[in-house]
């Protein structure tokens, strides 16, 4: 199947697989496996959370949101938000 979603069962544990229009297969059994084209993927224990141009998190870190010219940063840890890059007028 090209572009499904496939849910089902195996042995008496829930399994979905979704196929997207490249014929790529992502499919993960609940408390098993996740497998992507029928192999185990690489480890993401060491990529961030969240990683794109305007946010970014690493695991147990800061999140930081930026516009380009402010950053936010919120300190989950200590609930705690700094702002840089914003003059007193502009808030």
């Known amino acids: ?3 499904g979603v496939t849910i ?3 042995g008496s544990n ?3 697989s979704y196929t997207d229009r490249g014929g790529n297969v992502l499919e993960k059994t609940f408390g098993g496996k996740a497998l992507v084209n029928g192999k185990t993927p690489e480890c993401y224990d060491h990529w961030p959370l ?3 141009p305007w946010m970014h998190q690493e695991r147990n870190g800061n999140l930081v949101i930026t516009d380009g ?4 940063t919120y300190d989950l ?3 705690k938000i700094t702002d840089s890059g914003v003059s ?3 808030k």
């Open 8 to 10: 089902g069962e195996e």
């Open 50 to 52: 969240l990683d794109n």
């Open 88 to 90: 007193a007028t502009s």
């Open 14 to 16: 829930a399994k979905g």
């Open 1 to 3: 199947m090209i572009g």
């Open 69 to 72: 010219r402010a950053t936010r």
């Open 77 to 79: 840890t200590n609930w």
